[in-house]
């Protein structure tokens, strides 16, 4: 059973760009989760999401990022006119079950993005 | 979603037992309490979880007080290895993750 995939692993972008990443679950896993963690920092949650359905995204900037499940296919987190402040490792995770159960939630390898 | 207070790093001795501390005071009664680890820049990996009850798995053993509001993780032989970033966290449906201990083994 393939685990979180991620890709790609590394996202170079000049400011202005859009980046694209992308989160594959873990078979049979409906829940995705996506967070941020910045240099020598810990993992901040931006986003939960359940097929089709955006259920908390409490963590997610208020401009220029958006995250999308769609029914087939992976998950998507967008960010529009990158800035240099956007740099960071962005990791997934991906758990069976969610709210308001509680479930394991297995990590991907993170994308790496760096803005020039 | 509780906070949890971790100490800022902690060595250990390979071969010792690493005994990492959490504190929750605030946790609720369906809140369960997880650990993960970050290996320098990898992914962070599930070790152990529980609610009430002390668990044991491959991995680790973690202890919870009776009160709900302290645990322990306990890697009785630590390797080199398990240098890595050790989260504690509680939740019900989200994750927050604070700073972590850092664990350094030494030989």
């Known amino acids: 059973n393939a685990g979180v995939m991620q890709n790609p692993r590394h996202l170079v972008r000049r400011r202005g760009q859009e980046a694209r990443l992308r989160c594959s679950p873990m078979?049979?896993?409906?829940?995705v989760y996506w967070y941020r963690q910045l240099p020598e920092e810990g993992l901040k949650f931006m986003v939960y999401l359940q097929k089709e359905n955006i259920i908390d995204e409490s963590g997610m900037p208020k401009e220029r990022f958006s995250a999308e499940f769609p029914k087939e296919g992976p998950s998507i987190l967008r960010i529009q006119q990158v800035v240099r402040g956007d740099s960071a490792a962005y990791f997934c995770?991906?758990?069976?079950?969610?709210?308001?159960?509680?479930?394991?939630?297995?990590f991907g390898p993170g994308t790496r993005l760096t803005v020039l | 979603d509780a906070k949890t207070t971790q100490p800022t790093s902690m060595d250990c001795a390979e071969g010792r037992a690493a005994n990492l501390p959490c504190n929750h005071s605030t946790i609720s009664g369906n809140e369960y309490v997880y650990w993960y680890r970050q290996i320098h820049s990898q992914g962070p990996q599930y070790i152990i979880h529980g609610l009430k009850n002390n668990e044991t798995n491959e991995m680790a053993s973690l202890i919870i007080t009776e009160d709900r509001k302290s645990s322990t993780l306990i890697l009785p032989h630590a390797t080199l290895r398990d240098t890595a970033v050790y989260y504690c966290?509680?939740?019900?449906?989200?994750?927050?993750f604070g700073d972590g201990t850092t664990l350094t083994v030494k030989p």
């Open positions: 966290i509680v939740y019900a449906g989200k994750s927050t």
């Open positions: 078979k049979g896993h409906s829940h």
């Open positions: 995770a991906s758990s069976l079950r969610g709210a308001p159960d509680t479930d394991t939630q297995y």
